[in-house]
């Protein structure tokens, strides 16, 4: 009997390694995991080596990078909607042939976006009330490096290269959490840790196009006329996606920059930055997800059972990391951030429900997008505009800016959960 219970769980774990969506999201998660381990190193060493003011420029400075990653954000999610269909129907030579249109082109985006930053670089100081404006040229610099790094990983992540993703975020995490501390001691305050941020993607761009050529490699181009129309009838919806969603959870810490007292923005970006947690912990269950489904309806294949499972293990992720925000708060902050953070601890939970909200927010309207449902961008829209407008009404302390982007994300994924039930494709 004992046998044969053993021979049984062996049968059950072999298929349920077999699932990729569980295999997948368990690579990407053990990798993720190191590479936002580092990457919270990197934020929490920040926080203490800067103390709340300057962490709080530093903060606002990595979420204007974010903003400025939108246009590009909805290029990477068509690119992985695109690849993985392709990849499913085995047309390799097509890819090919995408991939080199498609670098050809980046070099006028990125040349267009930079003298764009540039132009609205005063402005931008202004508003953040910066003492030095080098450290936000410096950012521009860093969000144009970012837009080749993510398009070659959302070209691997079309190919399910999930390892390959992991290692290049890996080191891009070791070489920042090496030498920001130096670079920081030595008296370059924010702008080391920038110039930190510019060589890590620096060195990830490199490594992501060295994966990417890898695997294009002695494949040869198949010439195709685009639909631009078809194309852009799913980049666009994609694009107001994750403005939205981006929006979400940078343009808080913006705002509670420019509205708040600098060492309060400061302990608002920590609490921010612990809230993420919750957030970056189930992505990879969303990014393995989304090329899956994908695939299985460019193939005709069910995919349904797909969203409940990840449904699911997104939903565990969320109440296990909450409930700790709950129960331990000051252990949390102190441990991760210090005591001079400690202030702010009795509003951790209220960032924790603010980022589980958005995780399964996030993860509905990925999974609508992954099957060309597109009109579904209509409610992280108005949801993140609603969002913005309450916060420049309401916005007398940290406790109520944060209260704000819950109303704004409860309501959001109350309207996502019914429209999940109300729809039977």
Same mark, same amino acid.
């Given at each position: 009997m004992k046998m044969i219970t053993v021979d049984l769980l062996k049968t059950q774990l072999k298929k349920q390694w077999r699932n990729q969506l569980i295999a997948g999201s368990l690579v990407l998660f053990v990798g993720t995991t190191i590479a936002n381990f580092g990457q919270y190193l990197f934020h929490l060493v920040m926080g203490r080596m800067l103390?709340?003011?300057? &962490?709080?420029?530093?903060?606002?400075?990595?979420?204007?990078? &974010?903003?400025?990653?939108?246009?590009?954000?909805?290029?990477?999610?068509?690119? @992985?909607? &695109?690849?993985?269909?392709?990849? +499913?129907?085995?047309?390799? +030579?097509?890819?090919?042939?995408?991939?080199?249109?498609?670098?050809?082109?980046?070099?006028?985006?990125?040349?267009?976006?930079?003298?764009?930053?540039?132009?609205?670089?005063?402005?931008?100081?202004?508003?953040?009330?910066?003492?030095?404006?080098?450290?936000?040229?410096?950012?521009?610099?860093?969000?144009?490096?970012?837009? &080749?790094?993510?398009?070659?990983?959302?070209?691997?992540? +079309?190919?399910?290269?999930?390892?390959?993703?992991?290692?290049?975020?890996?080191?891009?995490?070791?070489?920042?959490?090496?030498?920001?501390?130096?670079?920081?001691?030595?008296?370059?305050?924010?702008?080391?840790?920038?110039?930190?941020?510019?060589?890590?993607?620096?060195?990830?761009?490199?490594?992501?196009?060295?994966?990417?050529?890898?695997?294009?490699?002695? @494949?040869?181009?198949?010439?195709?006329?685009?639909?631009?129309?078809k194309v852009f009838g799913y980049l666009v919806p994609v694009f107001f996606w994750t403005l939205a969603f981006s929006s979400f959870y940078t343009t808080d810490i913006i705002l509670a920059r420019h509205f708040l007292p600098h060492q309060e923005a400061g302990f608002y970006a920590a609490l921010a930055t612990l809230g993420k947690i919750i957030f970056f912990a189930s992505s990879p269950i969303i990014m393995v997800m989304f090329p899956m489904v994908s695939e299985r309806q460019a193939n005709g294949k069910k995919y349904g059972n797909l969203l409940f499972l990840s449904l699911g293990l997104v939903s565990l992720v969320c109440f296990s990391i909450s409930g700790i925000y709950f129960l331990f708060p000051k252990l949390m902050v102190n441990l991760l951030y210090g005591s001079q953070y400690l202030a702010a601890a009795s509003h951790l939970w209220l960032f924790a429900i603010f980022l589980s909200l958005y995780s399964l927010a996030y993860l509905l309207t990925n999974f609508y997008l992954s099957i060309k449902k597109v009109k579904i961008v209509v409610l992280p829209v108005l949801a993140a505009l609603l969002q913005i407008v309450l916060i420049i009404f309401f916005h007398q302390n940290l406790r109520q800016i944060v209260l704000m982007s819950v109303i704004s994300l409860a309501l959001l994924t109350g309207a996502l959960l019914l429209y999940s039930k109300n729809d039977q494709g």
């Amino acid at each position: 009997m004992k046998m044969i219970t053993v021979d049984l769980l062996k049968t059950q774990l072999k298929k349920q390694w077999r699932n990729q969506l569980i295999a997948g999201s368990l690579v990407l998660f053990v990798g993720t995991t190191i590479a936002n381990f580092g990457q919270y190193l990197f934020h929490l060493v920040m926080g203490r080596m800067l103390g709340p003011v300057d &962490y709080g420029v530093l903060a606002s400075l990595i979420s204007l990078t &974010y903003l400025f990653a939108i246009p590009i954000g909805a290029l990477n999610w068509t690119i @992985i909607k &695109y690849v993985s269909a392709l990849r +499913g129907r085995k047309q390799y +030579g097509t890819i090919a042939f995408l991939c080199s249109w498609l670098n050809k082109k980046l070099i006028l985006i990125g040349l267009a976006g930079f003298l764009f930053l540039i132009l609205i670089s005063f402005r931008l100081s202004v508003f953040l009330h910066l003492e030095s404006i080098w450290p936000l040229l410096l950012i521009m610099v860093v969000s144009v490096v970012s837009i &080749y790094v993510s398009v070659n990983t959302a070209i691997l992540q +079309g190919y399910l290269r999930f390892g390959l993703i992991s290692i290049s975020s890996i080191i891009q995490a070791v070489l920042k959490i090496t030498l920001a501390p130096l670079l920081v001691l030595l008296g370059l305050r924010v702008l080391g840790a920038v110039s930190t941020i510019l060589l890590s993607l620096i060195v990830g761009y490199f490594l992501t196009a060295f994966f990417v050529n890898r695997q294009l490699k002695n @494949i040869k181009k198949k010439a195709i006329k685009l639909n631009f129309q078809k194309v852009f009838g799913y980049l666009v919806p994609v694009f107001f996606w994750t403005l939205a969603f981006s929006s979400f959870y940078t343009t808080d810490i913006i705002l509670a920059r420019h509205f708040l007292p600098h060492q309060e923005a400061g302990f608002y970006a920590a609490l921010a930055t612990l809230g993420k947690i919750i957030f970056f912990a189930s992505s990879p269950i969303i990014m393995v997800m989304f090329p899956m489904v994908s695939e299985r309806q460019a193939n005709g294949k069910k995919y349904g059972n797909l969203l409940f499972l990840s449904l699911g293990l997104v939903s565990l992720v969320c109440f296990s990391i909450s409930g700790i925000y709950f129960l331990f708060p000051k252990l949390m902050v102190n441990l991760l951030y210090g005591s001079q953070y400690l202030a702010a601890a009795s509003h951790l939970w209220l960032f924790a429900i603010f980022l589980s909200l958005y995780s399964l927010a996030y993860l509905l309207t990925n999974f609508y997008l992954s099957i060309k449902k597109v009109k579904i961008v209509v409610l992280p829209v108005l949801a993140a505009l609603l969002q913005i407008v309450l916060i420049i009404f309401f916005h007398q302390n940290l406790r109520q800016i944060v209260l704000m982007s819950v109303i704004s994300l409860a309501l959001l994924t109350g309207a996502l959960l019914l429209y999940s039930k109300n729809d039977q494709g």
